[in-house]
């Protein structure tokens, strides 16, 4: 029988996980949503379903490709287009990034990345009539695109330029430039392990870093990796595995987690054997936080509030955990989204909550007691100067400097004043992969007996 007049075409393949990629990028960069949030939970996108996972991790892929070399690509889409990026079809615009993306950076043949793209912009009824130009563009992108990227290889697109200039004046030019290239490179997956690291390391294809965190290049469904139905790891960059580790000793000892969720500090206190009150004031974060728990086969004891409020136990904590909300700039090379939804004039308003956050943990724990800070931010605000103002503030409490080893002998992590300061550019590797880490803070401040 002749197939009906009326049938719904095949999907091209790879088609779907593009479109879905458009409707992402147009999201962060138009509609200041993170990826996090269209990739998971309650606003992910539908399409997401019934995407294979192969295509998903296609789709993840380019849009963080996109997103890590957006100031290049803008830079090489400005050259080939003379009247720029069209702004009344925002599908032409993604549909440009997406094929430039491929083209430059990802292993797709330049043919197929152009074909789709160009079927990208037919089946939006806005974007149609620049089919052709986008077809123009990414083919001259192709035979000319490399050679733009080569004139502008020595200047850092890819950061805003608030960032970078805050950077530079914080860290240097140099240091700022080697952070700003690490963060171009595709991360690695970095694991926390119960135990036995290297037989972990040898069955995921990775290595084991000094500090004890697994890192291996797999890439795909974490779900679907040996070891996580059995609970016997779980996904947490190498930097933010050493904050929970300056407490020392915590067996046995009552420890207060007051920004717990998703759970990966809360995991490491649980394991080593501290009773874990975990606080989280968003009651989704804390269900996937429970979910991980139980996997994880660990206990905690578990409160959905806003720390800054919250009145406390019937005993004050040996040690309370306050990794707090932030900008997040350090973590840019796992979310590069945060480059382009952040503002400079956040980091006021988030400087405000960590001083209520500094202030209601100094007020919970006992004399005696340890205060570990620690921000996933690379801006001093949020970070050293947060640590120096409390410690005005607060005369019973003092700083208790990190020693070298306890984080593996990496000096270069500690600072003149004995905090930690962890840079993307730090740990370099023969592979830049497999190199970096997350931009982390951390202050271990200790309550006067007194």
């Known amino acids: 029988m002749p197939p009906s007049r009326f049938a719904v075409p095949a999907e091209v393949p790879g088609l779907a996980a593009r479109r879905i990629a458009a409707d992402i990028l147009d999201g962060v960069l138009h509609k200041h949503r993170t990826l996090d949030d269209q990739l998971d939970g309650a606003g992910a996108h539908p399409g997401l379903k019934s995407l294979a996972d192969r295509d998903r991790a296609l789709m993840r892929r380019l849009v963080s490709t996109i ?31 997406i094929g430039a993306a491929q083209i430059l950076w990802m292993d797709v043949p330049d043919h197929a990345a152009v074909d789709l793209s160009v079927r990208l912009v037919q089946s939006d009824r806005r974007a149609a009539k620049y089919a052709g130009l986008v077809n123009a563009v ?103 595995a050493l904050p929970a580790r300056l407490f020392g000793d915590v067996k046995d000892k009552a420890i207060a987690d007051l920004c717990a969720a998703p759970g990966g500090k809360t995991a490491q206190l649980a394991l080593a054997g501290a009773r874990v009150t975990a606080l989280d004031r968003s009651p989704a974060r804390m269900a996937r936080l429970r ?30 955990l306050v990794d707090a909300p932030c900008t997040s700039t350090g973590t840019i090379r796992r979310h590069p989204d945060v480059a382009w939804l952040r503002q400079e004039a956040d980091i006021a308003a988030l400087s405000g909550l960590q001083k209520r956050l500094l202030q209601r943990a100094t007020a919970l724990l006992k004399p005696g007691g340890t205060l570990v800070y620690c921000t996933c931010s690379l801006e001093p605000e949020e970070g050293e100067q947060a640590i120096s103002a409390l410690l005005a503030d607060e005369p019973g409490l003092k700083r208790a400097p990190i020693e070298r080893d306890e984080v593996a002998d990496l000096d270069e992590i500690i600072t003149a004043d004995g905090d930690l300061r962890t840079l993307p550019c730090h740990l370099p590797h023969a592979d830049p992969r497999l190199g970096g880490l997350d931009g982390f803070y951390a202050a271990r401040l200790v309550k006067s007996a007194g």
């Open 67 to 97: 997103l890590r070399k957006l100031g290049t690509l803008g830079h090489v889409l400005s050259r080939l287009l003379d009247r720029g990026i069209p702004t009344d079809a925002p599908r032409a615009q993604s549909a440009l990034l």
């Open 138 to 240: 990414l083919r001259r992108c192709a035979r000319e695109g490399q050679g733009l990227i080569d004139e502008v290889k020595l200047q850092t697109l890819d950061l805003p330029p608030w960032m970078l200039a805050r950077w530079s004046a914080h860290y240097g030019e140099e240091t700022a430039r080697d952070m700003a290239l690490a963060l171009g490179h595709e991360p690695s997956l970095d694991l926390t392990v119960k135990a036995d690291a290297p037989q972990w390391a040898s069955r995921l294809h990775g290595e084991t870093l000094p500090t004890g965190t697994v890192r291996t290049l797999l890439q795909g469904s974490v779900t679907m990796l040996p070891g996580f139905a059995e609970g016997q790891w779980w996904v947490q960059d190498a930097a933010a």
């Open 291 to 320: 979910d991980n728990f139980s996997r994880l086969a660990l206990q905690t004891e578990t409160i959905v509030t806003d720390a800054a409020e919250w009145p406390g136990a019937n005993e004050a904590f040996d040690g309370i």
